[in-house]
């Protein structure tokens, strides 16, 4: 005689082995759930114990890790590794050095942004750099804008790139270095002038120091085309250049207070003295006198002009003889 069990009694026991293992199961479902709900809290919560406002400095050459441990030991992200984390899984992974300000608590995925992209949160100090400015000159400018500002130490930077630091319109940010404004110019006008770098370094040095004396002795595009073709012109024939702005350069002047005097101080950098070019660029060119200088070096123009000479409303007087020159000199600058 065979007894048989209720179907319910069957499927409860059936259901009674399961239920150890779901449970199991929901468990870890749940754990995980509550892990992933709380490291999302984590990356777009900002901390709440943020402490009011900071400026973070990062420097050049701070990578991810680095960068992370600031952020975390000023109070500013709940977690580092989770910064890094968030930073190269989402691809951001160049960090963009200078002073960051937080104003507020700041969720893990707004830093990596912010610091990824270069959003500083600080206002930018605005400047202009003429064409034909010195290193001095620009030295002078960034002194009575920026605060603390080290000429000393910009100048050790600057000098020995003069001719190279491009004349345009900067936004400096407040903490950036004398080297890193340095390394802004310079790498200004590498990026206007890419076909110098494609010459030998000679030539290169002689198109930038010749544009460095166009830019001082000549205004508009047109003219500094000829000047430049003038310069070339003497370069060539082995006369030398006669600027008065390469001597006011030595005497830290203006080309137009240079005296007959001046004319006499040996330096290599007296036009009226030596031939060729001066040892380096006077000033640091726009775009118009190193075009000019470059062409007229890499492929020079019949001119029909030996001399010239800029009065005092900046305009240029041109002469085919020196006997014109002369008249010109009588009758525009005395």
Known sequence: MSVELPVETVNEKA????SPVR????????IFGALFFLLILAFIVPKPNFGGEKTILINNGDGIKSTGDKLYNAGIIWSSTLFDLETIIYGRNKIIAGPYKFGVGENIIGASIRLTHGYFGIQKIKTTFPEGFTANDMSNKLYSLIPNFNKDAFLTQALPQEGYLFPDTYFFLPGMTEADIVNKLISTFKEKNPRLFLLGKQTQSDIVILGSIVEKEAQKPDDKKIVAEIFEKRLLAGIPL?????IAYVLGEDSKDVTAN????DSPYNSYLYKGLPPTPISNPGMDAINSAYDAITNPQETPYMFFLTDKDGVVHYAKTFAEHKANIAKYLK
Do not use: C, G, P
Not at 262 to 265: H, R
């Open 15 to 18: 259901e009674d082995k399961k």
């Open 23 to 30: 449970n199991l199961i929901f468990l870890i479902l749940k």
């Open 242 to 246: 006669q600027s008065d702005a390469t």
């Open 262 to 265: 001046d004319l006499k101080k």
